[in-house]
């Protein structure tokens, strides 16, 4: 029987996870793809924004200095967006134009129909104007060779919206990972393919472990292994290891018998970083590479997969894309009664947050059982008590890692 060798403690397993992670290649990518990537270089500005002076309202344009109040205006040509006028303003002129057209020749203000006596073949003039009034100036958002988007911050979508502005269809960007993800376990049964048979549960880790993988930018897929037997597990790691950046396994990493996940990725050649963290929900945590791959054999109970995709996963992923903001954030936060910890471990506990006049209260959301899914749904943060200590005095502050963001706001 397989033991553990060496439990590590969590910020040396997050260290060696980060140091064994590395800067995936840069590619450029198609503008309605890149988003929550990160750029791999500046990005300079290849025109003037806006390229032409053009009217930021719907009006008339005219000659500031022909401006009188009650003045009859002749129009003599319209500049919708798109399309500039052909004629160019003279003296008691105007030429109609609308939000986004080009200034017409000759005219140096706009006047807004607002202001005048409405639409028409001539028009009165109500109110004057200053030169240069609603005239959005060539250069005034972007000018040509301006850096408008710094290298290493993340594209969302106003990043987006300016390299458009600037005509790029693709940015450099650092690719994203391709993970792959693998469950195991003989219990387990895709949902909504059929009933459970006695002794059988549905499989949520691969679907959680996909979803989380998404939203940290990464590209990833489910490879449907759920065995414990030895050759499909090995047939589909392998598989696995073909086309993946990181492969991320659900179960059969612990001490039983039926857990031969971290032996057949060793007979895989994979190098074993660690196995076995001081740390609860997850102590049977594996990271290992293989190349250019990186490994994480994370426990099968649901909330120990979660929460060690989240805290080590989650981190390698970002590192790979070149994001900064790899680490959730983390606050101080207090509970209203002593709180024990008696696994001698770590532990993560899912709390509920509630701001008060002293911080931030944490309230346990109830058992912590690694297999409680619903408590995952329920948990804002996770309130990390221990090592050392057997636990946390009522009122002392002590640090959490926030699950939800939105809960701080
Ligand atoms: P294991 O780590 O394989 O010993 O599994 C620990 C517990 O997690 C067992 O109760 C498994 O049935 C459960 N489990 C393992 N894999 C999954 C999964 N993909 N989805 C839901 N529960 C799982
Ligand atoms: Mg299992």
Not at 86 to 113: H, L, Q, R, W
Not at 173 to 186: A, D, F
Not at 198 to 205: A, L, T, V
């Amino acid at each position: 029987m397989q033991l553990f060798e060496k439990l590590i403690e969590y910020p040396e397993a997050e260290r060696l996870v980060l140091e064994n992670t590395f800067l995936l290649p840069v590619e450029e990518t198609l503008l309605g793809e890149a988003l929550g990537l990160a750029l791999a270089r500046n990005l300079t500005a290849t025109t003037d924004s806006p390229p032409f002076d053009n009217s930021a309202v719907d009006g008339y344009a005219v000659r500031s200095r022909d401006a009188e109040v009650g003045r009859i205006f002749e129009v003599v040509d319209e500049a919708p967006a798109g399309r500039p006028a052909k004629k160019s303003v003279g003296d008691g002129e105007a030429i109609k134009i609308f939000t986004g057209g080009v200034i017409p020749g000759g005219s140096d203000a706009i006047v807004m129909v607002e202001n005048t006596s409405g639409w028409g073949e001539r028009f009165e003039l109500k109110k004057v104007p200053a030169p240069g009034d609603n005239v959005r100036a060539a250069g005034e958002d972007t000018r040509r060779g301006d850096v408008i988007l710094k290298a290493d911050i993340e594209v969302g979508a106003p990043e987006i919206a300016l390299a458009a502005t600037q005509g790029y269809g693709a940015l450099p960007v650092y690719r994203r990972p391709k993970v792959v993800v693998l469950s195991t376990g003989t219990e387990l049964v895709e949902p909504g393919t059929r009933d459970l048979e006695p002794g059988e549960i549905f499989d949520s880790n691969s679907y959680a472990i996909v979803a989380a993988a998404r939203e940290a930018g990464a590209e990833a897929r489910r490879l449907y292994a759920a065995s414990d037997d030895a050759g499909t597990l090995r047939a589909a790691i392998e598989e696995a290891l073909e086309t993946a950046d990181v492969v991320v396994t659900s179960g059969g990493v612990s001490v039983g018998e039926k857990d031969l996940v971290k032996s057949t990725m060793l007979e895989l050649g994979v190098t074993q970083v660690f196995w076995g963290v001081k740390f609860k929900p997850g102590k049977p945590l594996f990271y290992g590479t293989r190349e250019e791959t990186r490994l994480f054999g994370l426990p099968g109970n649901p909330v120990s997969a979660m929460v060690c995709f989240d805290l080590f996963v989650r981190p390698a992923l970002m590192c790979m894309t070149g994001r900064t903001d790899r680490r959730r954030p983390r606050i101080p936060v207090y509970f209203e009664k002593d709180v024990v910890n008696k696994f001698g471990r770590l532990h993560a506990m899912r709390v509920s947050l509630t701001r008060t006049e002293k911080g931030w209260l944490a309230e346990s959301v109830g058992a912590q059982g690694s297999g409680l899914v619903s408590s995952l749904s329920r948990a804002d943060a996770l309130a990390l008590i221990g090592p050392a200590s057997e636990g946390i005095p009522a009122g002392e502050p002590i640090e959490a890692i926030v699950l939800r963001d939105e809960k701080l706001v």
